[in-house]
């Protein structure tokens, strides 16, 4: 082994965040404690909701501190292992740095199984974001057989599984993507009934009314801002709306102001429901084991857009706010031994 | 019997509805047909969800049809019965016309029983308002002991019994109301924990942190607007808001604008329901019997803001826009025979 490198948060962004809020510095490579792994990564997680953690506020995640390592949902490999659990050599996915190498306690990873499907899923259709589209569809949105499900970042991580699994379930999907590629994939490969290109749209209103003829049942919201007002106009009585993602917002230094939507839910007995996925923790099991039955059966597909290369980590992150993405981004930083 | 008045939509209103907008005109006493009922109003109910009903607007009910007369809910007697259910004589509630006098279907009305309760309280704590505080605040809010609960328009017909309902269940109940007369009604007569005059106060958010020090678990808005925007900003990880009225905003003409709430749903996992009672038709009689019993064991206490006199219909339902009323509204229109 030679030295480590890690990613750091050099300092805290105003609006969109840029390469020069983040550094690459080299450490020497941790030694495990009792209880603890040598983690050699394999694959980063880049998500959207880091760029919360980027600010000094308050949120369901504490916010990275400037000068110090950034951390996220990692599938690695153990090189050394201190804990009787996991030996080495062991694929497991969990919290880590954005490093080479990382320490961490045992109970913070997962093992995973590489003969199920490629390592990369763990952090993608079977690991936080196929988790966060099954749950927030399922247990929030529960569609119905021949509702009408619309989906925001359809062709995102979670909007994709999430149309996805309300295919499954009998509804008529509509997509919701900024691109001609990503609306294509979303009706040719993944099955949506209609998607939206929103950024060539001259009336999403418009477009939106005529793919959902019979309203919206549950709206699966990625994305928030007028895109979500858009979308909200047109529900139907006792329709539900999991809140997942507001991407379109989490840049914005101002506050995030629009039509208020109460009285909307009152007249059409509406349930807005925000969630994350630590909501659902002590149910995973019961979501991953489905998933990857749909998985296996080729009911479910996915999609990961992959970036080589350790150092192309904070450009991979700030792609996710350009919409650069077709699925789950990730970067590839080794492979297993 | 002499002639029939009723009270006529004249005109719809723009923004703030006047006396200018009704019309009382005499007509014939109408005849019941086969299944009808001739009934003799007694209580006329005056509700701030009948300001949607005077706009020419989509929405949970149809709307008042300029020319013809004002419906609503009404305690009533059976003056001729032309179904084998009632018997002249007979106290009902149910929709009806604002008149004097008024044929019904009899399926549109219920039989009450006048040893029960004053025969009003069939329009406030065992009618609509007490069952819609019962359904929001028990079905959505779902308050658990030592949880914080803020309701308001709290001195009104629902958030009086919200606020004590709550107060069973072993919750903090947190008022907000608009005179000084009120908030003291709430802390010496309910038994509130704290109350904020949202109209005299300099900083509702400082008070609001003050009378809530462990933030806020469940938020039962009767009034939508900036009192809304303040309380939701203490919300607590897992808060409901049962979302019932917006009354600030009912006689608005712009579009109601305010911050956007998705981001903040996210951040705390909260749920926000908006809900009408009609929702809840189903379970009607479980609401009605435990507000019965609680009301006849001296657990809820109700207050009646009783207007005399038919032709003061339209001045009542006027002057629950400018916080008149403590309690439930209505209009005494005469006594049963």
Redesign the interface.
Known sequence: MQVNKQIILASRPQAMPTSANFSIEESPIPQPKEGELLLRTLYISVDPYMRGRMNDRK??VPPFQVGEVITGGNVSQVVESESDGFQKGDIVVGNSNWALYSTVKAAQVTKINPDLAPISTALSVLGMTGLTAYFGLLDIGQPKEGETVVVSGAAGAVGMIVGQIAKLKGARVVGIAGSEEKIGYLINELGFDAAINYKTSSDITAELRQACPNGVDIYF?NV??SI?DAVLNLVN??ARVP????IS?YNSEQ??????????????????????IG?YASRFPEGITQLAQWLVEGKLKYAENIVDGFENTPQAFLGLFAGENLGKQLVKVADPS
Chains 1, 2 share one sequence.
């Open positions: 949120s369901y919201d928030g801002g979500s009585k006792h809140v997942c993602g507001q917002m506050v995030d102001v629009g039509p208020r939507v109460q009285g909307l839910l009152i007249t059409y007995s509406v349930l807005m429901k925000g969630f994350t909501d």
